[in-house]
């Protein structure tokens, strides 16, 4: 059984950062595709940053240069870095392994003043 738990999340103030964690059991995050969502209210779910198994990564336009994914092998967990907040960021921020089902419950970002 896949479990994803995503943290990190919160109230920040435009140009602030945050670092979101997902916590993965079941599934080894090393050897895997992994990749963060999110999704803004009254909007479809959108791909944020993607790292793949062998380590490349992958941004949306519209965070890169601001945000940074990694993952930890020892921790089993993948992080994303983000900075230079904007309000546009403010969503629900989902884990999800490319390729399955599986999602988290997600972990709220509000970016405001």
């Known amino acids: 059984q896949v479990q994803l738990a995503e943290s990190g999340g919160g109230l920040v103030q435009p140009g602030g950062s945050l670092r979101l964690s997902c916590a993965a059991s079941?599934?080894?995050?090393?050897?895997?595709?992994m990749a963060w969502y999110r999704q803004a209210p009254g909007k479809q779910r959108e791909f944020v940053a993607g790292i793949a198994k062998r380590g490349s990564t992958f941004y949306a336009d519209s965070v890169k240069g601001r945000s940074t994914i990694s993952r930890d092998s020892a921790e089993n967990t993948v992080d994303l870095q983000m900075n230079s907040l904007k309000p546009e960021d403010t969503a629900v921020y989902y884990c999800?392994?490319?390729?399955?089902?599986?999602w988290g419950k997600g972990t709220l970002v509000t970016v405001s003043s």
């Open positions: 079941g599934i080894i995050v090393s050897i895997s595709d």
């Open positions: 999800h392994p490319d390729g399955t089902a599986y």
